[in-house]
């Protein structure tokens, strides 16, 4: 169950205007402190990532599931129905028996996932999934103003660059 705290600042997150993903980014956050404070384990980052986000749906942020092909169906149609519980506001309390199941099995899962080196390693991965231009984008995207000159401006401000590439490394 995730703290008050948290999904107050998602919600303000939302509120401001951010995207889902990032107002779930809040529950990932906490998961990663679960794990290094010992509350329970992990088996990789990844693991920590989609129980935060998984909560995040069910604590009802509008977080789409993956979409066909991005993920295994079993996932896909588990955060599926995550969104639907969320969204609709029915939030039954989990038996006590399934939960404890859960963070039996959880407690015994390594609890060095979410080190530092782990998830830099893990950005990494991820990282070399998306194109360069991909990862450019990512840069730019938290500021996209219609105008023209201002989101050169914007992107200046991002990236500490005039947003033009020509082709040179260390520019």
Do not use: C, W
């Not at 991909?134 to 401006?153: L, M, Q």
């Amino acid at each position: 169950m995730p703290s008050e705290a948290v999904a107050k600042r998602a919600n303000k997150d939302l509120k401001e205007g951010k995207a889902p993903s990032t107002a779930a980014g809040e529950f990932v956050h906490e998961e990663f402190e679960h794990v290094r404070r010992g509350k329970h384990g992990a088996r990789s980052p990844k693991q920590a990532i989609a129980i935060g986000l998984n909560k995040a749906r069910r604590a009802g942020i509008p977080l789409k599931p993956p979409r066909k092909g991005k993920t295994s169906e079993k996932t896909r149609k588990s955060a599926e129905q995550s969104y639907a519980i969320g969204q609709s506001g029915a939030g039954e309390k989990p038996s006590p028996r399934i939960s404890r199941a859960r963070k039996t099995a959880l407690g015994k899962e390594p609890h060095n996932a979410t080190s530092h080196d782990a998830l830099s390693e893990q950005a990494r991965s991820a990282s070399k999934t998306r194109t360069s231009r991909g990862r450019y984008g990512e840069s730019t995207d938290s500021a996209k103003p219609e105008n023209g000159t201002a989101r050169k401006r914007a992107t200046k401000k991002t990236t500490g660059k005039s947003g033009r590439s020509h082709g040179r490394k260390g520019e």
